[in-house]
């Protein structure tokens, strides 16, 4: 089975710290994505990634950036952490770069909050 | 640009009776649309896709779910609901044209709720 692990399930964290959320992926998926989900909006795609080192920006990247360095591995970085950032964020991958038809599996997710 | 709409927040069946979940979806190309589900605090598991051929795709826990293309809508279905069926569900489309490159696009979810 495919798995998607994030670092923490939930986090308390104070506004303006740097904060460090981290997913990692068992099966050599070229394309990882951080989304956050909030109550009527639904997922929302902040920073995807489909190869090492490459990053692209989704739906709402400000306030946060993205680093992967491994395959395995993408992080997800809030460089300053304010309290509209409190959320769950959800990490997903998929195989095969350039296909589009394979679904994503996510990790469990991380529930944040900034106080 | 792909947008999806799921125009009900929340969903009540009685356990033993046919559910549908819906979803309209827009895109410039040819769609490639999933059903997704949520359990509470958790992460979001796969339950079917359509790509391409039979309008009606089977998925797991014995969900279908029927594409149509004139009416642009992948409605989620089940011949007769559980209790345990209770969750909050997640249409998403991605657009074989455009695509948004690797994006998948979520509608705003639908809560399903299964009464004894």
Partial sequence: ?115 | AQSVAQPEDQVNVAEGNPLTVKCTYSVSGNPYLFWYVQYPNRGLQFLLKYITGDNLVKGSYGFEAEFNKSQTSFHLKKPSALVSDSALYFCAVRDEVTGGGNKLTFGTGTQLKVEL
Wanted: charged share 30%; with cysteine; glycine share 6%.
């Fill in chain 1, 1 to 115: 089975d495919v798995k998607v692990t994030q670092s923490s399930r939930y986090l308390v964290k104070r506004t303006g710290e740097k904060v460090f959320l981290e997913c990692v992926q068992d099966m050599d998926h070229e394309n990882m994505f951080w989304y956050r989900q909030d109550p009527g909006l639904g997922l929302r795609l902040i920073y995807f990634s489909y190869d090492v080192k490459m990053k692209e920006k989704g739906d709402i990247p400000e306030g946060y950036s993205v680093s992967r360095e491994k395959k395995e591995r993408f992080s997800l970085i809030l460089e300053s952490a304010s309290t509209n950032q409190t959320s769950m964020y959800l990490c997903a991958s998929r195989p095969r770069k350039g296909v589009l038809n394979t679904e994503a599996f996510f990790g469990q997710g991380t529930r944040l909050t900034v106080v």
